[in-house]
T-cell receptor, first 113, second 115 residues
Framework: DAKTTQPPSMDCAEGRAANLPCNHS???????VYWYRQIHSQGPQYIIH???NNETNEMASLIITEDRKSSTLILPHATLRDTAVYYC??????????????FGRGTQLTVWP | SAVISQKPSRDICQRGTSLTIQCQVD?????MFWYRQQPGQSLTLIAT?????????ESGFVIDKFPISRPNLTFSTLTVSNMSPEDSSIYLC????????????FGQGTRLTVV
């Protein structure tokens, strides 16, 4: 079962930052927070993951609260190509669980011109 | 990264028939998985395809309906058996476990319509 809660939809102006929240209040100490996105008619794409420290890569930043019960994915300069469903997933992140992902309903992000 | 090829990309099938979906990866991976995405829904994990042994199915999915093969580290098949219109979905292959890898990669999916 998915252990996360996300708003069903959000929108953002092109060029602005998109901040996507996720609640995971029952996360265990050894579980990671993963973010994937699914652009229409494509397979999901990995974005970023973290355990307790904030993380940044070329696609996005991940901010995890100190109590680890929630996180925010930040797309710093959203483009029209970032329109997609964004999934926040909690997973042990290693061994056989790396690909065993339990998706919630995600957040449909729409970036408008 | 991993490049995943799924065949067919789409198909329309008659109820009562079976369809086998192929998943080919461009590198050896330890883990392969099959997901289903029903229309307008999120992804649901069907099973883990284990090399050299029977697949591990998630609750609600059974081998008789979704037999899976995994003959080597780069290839797997999923069969949807005795299809009904409720099986109309996108079926996706996923892989993980490359050396140094920290995420899963997904194929583009097979869009199945059962009529």
């Amino acid at each position: 079962d998915a252990k996360t809660t996300q708003p069903p939809s959000m929108d953002c102006a092109e060029g602005r930052a998109a901040n996507l929240p996720c609640n995971h209040s029952t996360i265990s100490g050894n579980e990671y927070v993963y973010w994937y996105r699914q652009i229409h008619s494509q397979g999901p794409q990995y974005i970023i993951h973290g355990l307790k420290n904030n993380e940044t890569n070329e696609m996005a930043s991940l901010i995890i609260t100190e109590d680890r019960k929630s996180s925010t994915l930040i797309l710093p300069h959203a483009t029209l190509r970032d329109t997609a469903v964004y999934y926040c997933i909690v997973s042990l992140g290693g061994g056989s669980t790396l690909g065993r992902l339990y998706f919630g309903r995600g957040t449909q992000l729409t970036v408008w011109p | 990264s991993a490049v995943i090829s799924q065949k067919p990309s789409r198909d329309i099938c008659q109820r009562g028939t079976s369809l086998t979906i192929q998943c080919q990866v461009d590198s050896q991976v330890t883990m392969m998985f099959w997901y289903r995405q029903q229309p307008g829904q999120s992804l649901t994990l069907i099973a883990t395809a284990n090399q050299g042994s029977e697949a591990t199915y998630e609750s609600g999915f059974v081998i008789d309906k979704f037999p899976i093969s995994r003959p080597n580290l780069t290839f797997s098949t999923l069969t949807v058996s005795n299809m009904s219109p409720e099986d109309s979905s996108i079926y996706l292959c996923s892989v993980a476990g490359q050396v140094g890898g920290t995420e899963a990669f997904f194929g583009q999916g097979t869009r199945l319509t059962v009529v």
